[in-house]
């Protein structure tokens, strides 16, 4: 149980970046690239992603899990989209260059150009959510939304979420063990449907006595006051730093540079078939 | 002119909308301004509605119906909101790991004052100054959730007090924390206590715990109803405690036990200064009948050579050695963090080997290495500290039973099986009960069936005592004492010295990482400066004897 999922303390410009100032960055950088089919831009923005996650030092450890479940799910993602849409790329661009012989599943150069915005879209955006994850100190980060409007009762839920991520993980993986040494078999060794079954008496365990603690947490929260009053003031308050404004000029302007774009190829698709 | 007291109680009768009868009735106290009072009573007593009561959570948060008046600081204030009372009780709760909201210490101490909207600059300065104040400095910026037992109860205690309330409840307080860190605790208390002038109410089983300190008033709570109210030297004279299923302090036992007459004792309620005639002759005859007591050795049945264990480049703990023999009952002891978790863990199969050898002294020889979790249960139980991740089946009899009907056991033998331990541990009535409806001390107790089902060679229990008043805690170790004579080795780590020395009959200590005493217990407490190591606090039974020169722990029970 070594590797926790979740924020973990460090010295990088994503550490230093507030809160509220990641969050807008982050949500203008996903913006751009959901809306985006310009592959030329995606693979720009991937290439930022992945330098950021590489910035961010972020260890292979703690998202091995992630990555690959990613991965797996993105694959299965094409593989569907092929079999269910085979010219789903020659309907988008308007032509048709074939690869590999002809008929309905014939593989196009269309076809395999749309099937790749997808694979980057999923490239971007993983880092992207990661590099959150890791370097947002979750109470900075809610002080931050408390900032920008959100009610204090809201922003501090998150709090609360991502301080209990690592608490949830200790107590799965302790049930785990304690099932495994009873006799469910949950292990490596056992079949999908043992696993499944296990996995899911596990979560029951968990959620009820997760429940629990919610309930004296809220408790042990008004006693020291939570919802006295309309305002509350933040420990880890952050001001905004030339850094936030450096970072979200960079980060608009790659958004202009894809609404540009956009208005330069008349549609959020670049074609490179025409 | 007449100072209004701290809290007052007038006819105080409680009932939850959900129940026909009232958990507390006719209550009267008067608890003076700047007093220390202790309120105890058996599970079940009303002392947590009580708690309640006081600081609000009734009737904000659990509906009910409150008659009679209570007064704070001379108010009536049965109508005044969670927030109205906060601000003249706060509360530390029994159980610091649920009170932490911030994700280091610092924004922990600081969030009463966030939630009374200070500005940025005061919540600094405040925060240090109470930092400073309950000796933080150094951790400020530490998770909560990192730090040791003493630390984590100290940070509560911060939180609590930097919302200036002048008076304290504390919850069980001494609950989770090992007795050296309890004592340094209510020391703390003390100079604080006397530096703000506060009124403080200790909820607390540990009864003896307390007591070693100033206390103005005794409460005791039964069925909802006061039961004694008054001194302690009265309370212990009178030997009430037992009466209600508490434990007096260990030296009032050992002098009853001894036959010594109580009311001949002067100052009773203070170990340091008791005095009485003959007392020095009575304790002398107690000791050699304690050195008479012997254990016979018996074969070994696991062997532990050279194991070291590290997470994050930090070592927890190295090099220890020890062998298991067959039928023993030994203690774990030692500080918070001295790896005596971890290591109970890795004996369980839990976490993964690292370096040295966990080897099962059998014919034919078992490689725990290559068996998986399922069979190494067989040989050695692991019984976790909350029941809560134990338990996950619908009924108690089902609970017990699913081990063994996991390993295709017939059902005739399971049902018999299942049935003469639910005996054993008190739950054959409730057998059909869901498992959710039980108190927390039969939850344990079925935690430890449920586990102990599959008869393994050796019982692994971390801190099966935490938590549980006096009598659960008796029921449990009952429970404990039919599986070893039955014949299974049981290793539980304890933080409790009385526990340890009334049961067990072999002690290892550890102290960061190393083991530093492989002995019996009454040899360990003789020894002040392995009890120091080990963050134990001597018995009040050896600190009376140590005082009137007596000497103890030569020989011991192993002999």
């Not at chain 2, 904000?60 to 049965?78: A, C, K, T």
């Not at chain 2, 919850?171 to 924390?177: H, V």
């Not at chain 2, 102290?511 to 407490?525: K, N, S, V």
């Amino acid at each position: 149980m070594d590797n926790l999922f979740g924020y973990q303390t460090g010295q990088t410009v994503f550490h230093r970046l507030t809160g509220s100032a990641k969050l807008i960055i982050f949500l203008l950088l996903t913006i751009s690239g959901v809306l985006s089919f310009d592959i030329r831009y995606l693979l720009l923005l991937t290439v930022i992603a992945l330098l950021g996650l590489w910035q961010a030092q972020i260890s292979w450890q703690q998202i091995r899990v992630i990555v690959i479940l990613t991965v797996i799910f993105a694959l299965l993602n094409l593989i569907l989209i092929y079999v269910f849409a085979p010219q789903y790329g020659v309907h988008l661009f308007g032509s048709q260059h074939f690869i590999l012989s002809s008929g309905p599943y014939a593989l196009t150069q269309e076809q395999l150009l749309y099937e790749a915005m997808v694979l980057l879209k999923y490239l971007f955006s993983l880092p992207l959510a990661l590099i959150f994850l890791f370097t947002t100190n979750p109470s900075q980060f809610s002080a931050g939304l408390n900032r920008i409007g959100v009610p204090y009762s809201v922003a501090y839920a998150v709090t609360i979420t991502l301080r209990y991520i690592p608490n949830t993980q200790r107590q799965f993986f302790m049930i785990k063990k304690v099932q495994e040494a009873r006799g469910y078999n949950i292990s490596k060794k056992s079949s999908w449907t043992q696993k499944i079954t296990g996995v899911v008496r596990i979560l029951t365990t968990l959620i009820f006595s997760t429940l629990d603690q919610i309930d004296e947490v809220t408790q042990a929260m008004e006693l020291r006051r939570f919802g006295k009053g309309k305002k509350r003031s933040w420990y880890y308050e952050q001001s905004f730093g030339k850094l936030d404004a450096i970072a979200l000029i960079l980060a608009l302007g790659f958004l202009v540079l894809g609404i540009g774009l956009m208005m330069i190829n008349h549609s959020r698709y670049w074609n490179p078939f025409s | 002119m007449m100072v209004a007291a701290a809290l007052e109680f007038k006819g105080v009768t409680f009932k939850y909308d959900v129940q026909q009868n009232s958990t507390l009735e006719n209550i009267s106290l008067t608890i003076p301004k700047g007093s220390r009072t202790l309120i105890v009573g058996p599970s079940g007593s009303g002392k947590s509605t009580l708690a309640a009561l006081l600081n609000g959570v009734i009737p904000n948060s659990e509906p009910g119906e409150v008659q009679g008046e209570i007064y704070i600081d001379g108010h009536l204030s049965n109508k005044d909101s969670i927030f109205d009372r906060s601000l003249k009780i706060g509360t530390v709760l029994q159980n610091p790991d649920t009170q932490f909201v911030g994700m280091t210490v610092a924004e922990d101490i600081a969030f009463v004052l966030e939630n009374d909207n200070d500005s940025h600059d005061q919540l600094v300065t405040k925060v240090k100054e109470w930092a400073q104040r309950l000796r933080l400095e150094e951790l400020l910026d530490l998770a909560p959730q990192v730090l040791s037992g003493g630390q984590k109860q100290r940070v509560a205690m911060a939180g609590v007090l930097a919302g200036d309330s002048p008076i304290l409840l504390f919850d069980e307080p001494l609950a989770s924390l090992d007795s050296a860190s309890g004592q340094a605790m209510l020391t703390l208390l003390d100079e604080l206590q006397a530096e703000l002038g506060l009124t403080v109410v200790i909820i607390e089983h540990r009864v003896e715990d307390v007591l070693r300190h100033t206390v103005d008033q005794v409460v005791v709570l039964q069925e909802g109803e006061v039961a004694y109210q008054g001194s302690a030297a009265e309370l212990l004279k009178r030997s009430i405690l037992p009466d209600y299923g508490l434990a007096n302090p260990k030296y009032i036992q050992s002098l009853q036990d001894l036959g010594y007459p109580l009311d001949e004792l002067e100052q009773i309620d203070d170990v340091q200064k008791v005095t009485g005639p003959n007392l020095k002759n009575y304790l002398e005859r107690d000791l050699a009948r304690q050195m008479s007591q012997s254990v016979e050795t018996t074969s070994p049945i696991l062997t532990i050579k050279d194991l070291s264990y590290q997470y994050q480049n930090h070592t927890v703990f190295s090099n220890i050695n020890f062998t298991l023999h067959q039928g023993e009952w030994l203690s774990l002891v030692g500080s918070n963090g001295a790896g005596k978790s971890t290591l109970s863990r890795l004996l369980a199969g839990f976490l993964p080997m690292q370096t040295g050898e966990i080897r099962l002294n059998q014919e034919p020889e078992v490689d725990l290495s290559q068996v998986t979790l399922k069979e190494r249960a067989d040989y050695i139980g692991y019984v976790a500290q909350n029941p809560v991740e134990m338990l996950i089946e619908t009924t108690v009899f089902g609970e017990v039973a699913a081990g063994l009907r996991l390993r295709g056991v017939d059902d005739n033998k399971i049902t018999a099986e299942v049935q003469e331990y639910l005996k054993w541990a008190n739950l054959y009535e409730i057998r059909n009960w869901p498992v959710n409806v039980l108190s927390f001390g039969q939850k344990k107790r079925l935690s430890i069936l449920s586990v102990a089902i599959l008869q393994p060679k050796i019982l692994i229990l971390d801190e099966p005592t935490a938590g549980q008043d006096y009598q659960h805690a008796q029921q449990l170790m009952t429970l404990l004492q039919k599986l070893n004579q039955s014949g299974m080795t049981i290793v539980m780590v304890t933080h409790d010295v009385n526990i340890m020395q009334e049961w067990t009959s072999r002690v290892l200590a550890f102290h960061q990482g190393r083991l530093i005493a492989d002995t019996t217990p009454g040899e360990l407490l003789a020894n002040q400066e392995l009890v120091a190591l080990a963050e134990l606090c001597q018995p009040t039974d050896y600190i009376l004897a140590q005082r009137l020169g007596v000497t103890v722990g030569k020989g011991g029970k192993r002999g």
